[in-house]
């Protein structure tokens, strides 16, 4: 039997105290962040201290979920 596809909402919510800093959350439960650093994008996975380099804030958000999906289902 194939399981029936979800869909999900993902919220992209700016950090007011820095306008370059946002968070990704799945519903209640956070992804990561995002901190705009010279013309990149670093992407913080949970507690993962080491960052993944996009150059595209869409590509940042990608990163995100698809580690998120990695380790997570």
Known sequence: ???RKKSVEI????ISSDPETYELWDGKKYIGTIKKEGDRFLSFVERNETPFKSVKLDDAISELLMQYNLHNH
Do not use: G, H
Not at 11 to 14: A, F, R
């Open 1 to 3: 039997m194939a399981n």
């Open 11 to 14: 919220n992209l919510k700016d």
